[in-house]
């Protein structure tokens, strides 16, 4: 039996089936849908193995089109839209069933000597050591765990901020989250599946943001969710194997769509990657 780590390793270890195109697989779940972080990592795979060189993805912009059927296989189709002097971009269109289901631009940076420096600093927040773990404080209160913490199992995750249970809890509650995220386990030292499971990993909290002043992140749920689309630059080199600060904000909701940004620090406070997400919200009948 391998562990949940070494079942996302295998997740991302996609197959090739001909020189641009790949073949995943896709977790049998008793949910609905297939996991939006699983099809964008996978994605993320399809393209960097299509990369000549020392050249790291430094952005990602997709579209997630159709929900895709936990269970079923996923085509990867890569096309090579540039190779150029210090930039190589790929578009990757993935199929389920013969429909697209998801759509991904990546661009790759060959590395370059710095000319501007800055950033933010990282928030003061507190220690992951001194903050309980998510799946531990999550399954001490419901007795078990609901069918789609399987897909955080590969990660041990801690909220920066005390869980809320019910709506009474939210008064005063602002459009921010945050946690603290690493693999559940070391990782190869590829740099491109530390990126994948990042991708994958950015998906599973990001929208926290815009849920947090208006239902509890646990407990009952009052939306139904779904992202719409997703983008993401990596700024410096880091380890999904070691612990990461995902800070996230929702600037505004509206219309039924709520937009979500986030920003990842390692542990010394370097901004290493930052993300923009949008998701569909609509309030659950009955």
Not at 12 to 28: A, T, V, Y
Not at 73 to 87: A, E, H, K, M, N
Not at 274 to 279: I, L
Request: include cysteine; proline fraction near 8%; glycine fraction near 8%.
């Amino acid at each position: 039996m391998g562990t949940p780590v070494d079942d996302l390793v295998a997740l991302l270890d996609l197959e090739q089936i001909e020189l641009n195109i790949f073949r995943g697989r896709s977790p049998e779940e008793a949910l609905q849908r297939t996991f939006g972080g699983q099809v964008a990592g996978q994605a993320l795979v399809a393209a960097g193995r299509t990369v000549d060189g020392d050249r790291p993805v430094h952005s990602l912009h997709a579209y997630f089109l159709r929900p895709g059927v936990p269970g079923v296989p996923i085509v990867y189709q890569v096309d090579r839209l540039r190779d150029g002097r210090s930039f190589t971009t790929r578009r990757v269109l993935a199929i389920q069933g013969g429909r697209s289901i998801f759509a991904l631009t990546a661009d790759f940076h060959a590395p370059e000597p710095d000319s501007i420096e800055h950033q933010f600093p990282m928030p003061k927040v507190p220690a992951p050591e001194k903050l309980p773990s998510a799946l531990d404080e999550v399954g001490s209160r419901l007795g078990e765990l609901p069918p789609f913490i399987s897909r955080r199992q590969p990660f041990d995750i801690r909220y920066v901020d005390r869980l809320r249970w019910s709506t009474e809890e939210l008064e005063g509650v602002e459009a921010r989250s945050g946690v603290w995220l690493r693999t559940n386990g070391e990782l190869p030292d590829d740099p491109l599946i530390h990126v994948c499971a990042l991708t994958y990993a950015s998906d599973m909290t990001l929208l926290d943001a815009v849920r947090a002043p208006v239902e509890p992140l646990w407990g009952t749920r009052h939306f139904d969710m779904a992202s719409l689309d997703h983008a993401m630059w990596f700024h410096r080199p880091f380890r999904a194997d070691d612990w990461l600060l995902y800070q996230q904000e929702s600037p505004i909701a509206h219309g039924a769509r709520g937009l979500a940004r986030g920003e990842i620090y390692d542990r010394s406070g370097q901004l290493v990657v930052s993300v923009v997400q949008e998701g569909l919200f609509r309030r659950i009948k009955g």
